[in-house]
T-cell receptor, first 116, second 114 residues
Framework: DQQVKQNSPSLSVQEGRISILNCDYT??????FLWYKKYPAEGPTFLIS?????DKNEDGRFTVFLNKSAKHLSLHIVPSQPGDSAVYFC???????????????FGQGTTLQVKP | EPEVTQTPSHQVTQMGQEVILRCVPI?????FYWYRQILGQKVEFLVS????????KSEIFDDQFSVERPDGSNFTLKIRSTKLEDSAMYFC????????????FGQGTRLTVV
């Protein structure tokens, strides 16, 4: 049951260039989307989020775009830095309601390598 | 900066033994979660906990699993009789609200069942 999919297991970019990580979802009840970054032997660290009422959210070098009609979101990192090398997880949360418990549904992750 | 802390960082146990994984969520958070990540796989939701009771659990969270908030600060995950396939990283998370906010994750406990 892959409700959140990250179809690219890995991505390699040159330092200073743009990194674009993609995520697709199938459940139209998802209303809030998040990107987490994870280093080996550490827990996921929150990066940026977007709610379904927006199509773009920007925070410094990180921008998340949401295309609701395509059920697609992407994370842009520009300029990419070697310290950005990590696994990036897309996650989704259902719309608030009687059954909403705040759980997150994660994608499989994309390993980003930024080369100096 | 407040953080979620988990102990131990690594636990090795024999199959069939009980384990308790411990977490101290961020103090003013109200919603608590356990997730796990089997090596090479995605992070999977196990259980959510609010107001001293389970609010949702996944199909992974069977009768062998239980959670408790015994003293208002700790949040524990117990596995009664561990199986080899329980080997994974277990992450505790907490959040101040149920929606429109990120969950804060601990650094994880690596559970190895031998």
């Amino acid at each position: 049951d892959q409700q959140v999919k990250q179809n690219s297991p890995s991505l390699s970019v040159q330092e200073g260039r743009i990194s674009i990580l993609n995520c697709d979802y199938t459940n139209s009840m998802f209303d809030y989307f998040l990107w987490y970054k994870k280093y080996p032997a550490e827990g996921p660290t929150f990066l940026i989020s977007i709610s379904s009422i927006k199509d773009k959210n920007e925070d410094g070098r990180f921008t998340v775009f949401l295309n609701k009609s395509a059920k697609h979101l992407s994370l842009h990192i520009v300029p990419s830095q070697p310290g950005d090398s990590a696994v990036y997880f897309c996650a989704a949360s259902p719309r608030p309601g009687s059954s909403n418990t705040g759980k997150l549904i994660f994608g499989q992750g994309t390993t980003l390598q930024v080369k100096p | 900066e407040p953080e979620v802390t988990q102990t131990p960082s690594h636990q090795v146990t024999q199959m069939g033994q009980e384990v308790i994984l411990r977490c101290v969520p961020i103090s003013n958070h109200l919603y608590f979660y356990w997730y796990r990540q089997i090596l090479g796989q995605k992070v999977e939701f196990l259980v959510s906990f609010y107001n001293n009771e389970i609010s949702e659990k996944s199909e992974i969270f069977d009768d062998q699993f239980s959670v408790e908030r015994p003293d208002g600060s700790n949040f524990t995950l117990k596995i009664r009789s561990t199986k080899l396939e329980d080997s994974a990283m277990y992450f505790c998370a907490s959040s101040p609200r149920v929606w429109d906010t990120e969950a804060f994750f601990g650094q994880g406990t690596r559970l190895t069942v031998v």
